[in-house]
């Protein structure tokens, strides 16, 4: 049989590219041609095209006519914080979000800093693991944008979020979560400082929460105060990359 040069290339890399994934490496997958090569689809070996475009595939979008009437509050309302309720009662103009861990260019970024960044609007479901679903309009700085301005470090694998709300009455154990790479750089994964148009409510996590579209509600961390880059999460807080996941959640929750 005939196999023309492209084809025999295409399978080549993407045979590459297959182990390059299994062994955890997201380089690939961050790059435009890789990506146009997946989305033409030739000779790609039925598993590693299922598997990639699965991690690459956007979340469904919806119309205004789809919005819920009122996008409810889960979980923390108001966080139990004397330092977040005294941000809050000055619209959070102090508020500065710390960026570090495995980057180049640690840096600090003000509310006003982070809407001065391109931003981007979806509208999207957010299911509950605890049986409830809502569809709200969410406009933030998509979070691949902050990431070119900290530049990750080669060996970063995972970006930390860090928020406000204490979830033991001694103050000590604070909300968190954890992505990974492939996540962090899709291009619905963002910082939302807006709901339905208006500046983010207090019950919904402001001044941001992140919207990880392809993930379950408890990844959606709300009151970020701090994002970390790292390696590993095994040594932070209850070692399980989350606050859920450490009373045993699933740590990954997607498609
Ligand atoms: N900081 C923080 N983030 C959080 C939570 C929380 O209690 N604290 N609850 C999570 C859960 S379980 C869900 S379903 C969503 C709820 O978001 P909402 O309050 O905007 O509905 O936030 C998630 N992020
Ligand atoms: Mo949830």
Redesign the pocket.
């Not at 959606?220 to 009151?223: E, F, L, T, V």
């Given at each position: 049989m005939h196999i023309p040069n492209r084809r025999k290339f295409l399978s080549r890399l993407v045979a590459g590219a297959g182990l390059a994934l299994l062994a955890g490496c997201d380089k690939l997958s961050h790059s435009k041609w890789f990506t146009e090569v997946l989305s033409s689809g030739e000779s790609l070996s039925k598993n590693v095209h299922h598997l990639m475009a699965n991690r690459k595939s956007m979340a469904q979008e919806f119309s205004e006519k789809d919005l819920s009437p009122d996008?409810?509050?889960?979980?923390?309302a108001m966080p139990n914080s004397a330092e977040y309720q005294s941000l809050a009662n000055n619209d959070f103009a102090d508020w500065k979000l710390e960026v570090g861990g495995l980057v180049e260019q640690p840096q600090t970024f003000t509310l006003e800093d982070l809407q001065a960044l391109p931003s981007r609007t979806q509208i999207t479901r957010?299911d509950?693991v605890e049986g409830w679903s809502?569809i709200g309009k969410w406009t933030g700085v998509p979070l691949h944008e902050i990431l070119s301005h900290v530049k990750p470090l080669k060996r970063a694998r995972y970006v930390m979020f860090y928020?406000a709300?204490p979830m033991e009455d001694d103050g000590t154990q604070h909300?968190y979560e954890s992505i990974d790479m492939n996540d962090a750089y899709h291009p619905q994964t963002m910082l939302a400082y807006q709901l339905n148009g208006k500046t983010l409510p207090i019950?919904?996590?402001a001044p941001i929460?992140l919207r990880v579209e392809r993930q379950l509600?408890?990844k959606?961390?709300?009151?970020i105060m701090r994002i970390e880059l790292v390696d590993k999460f095994d040594q932070i807080a209850g070692g399980k990359g989350g606050y859920w996941e450490d009373s045993g959640y699933e740590w990954y929750a997607g498609i």
């Open positions: 996008f409810r509050s889960n979980g923390t957010h509950c809502a928020c709300d909300y019950k919904n996590g929460r509600g408890y959606h961390a709300k009151y």
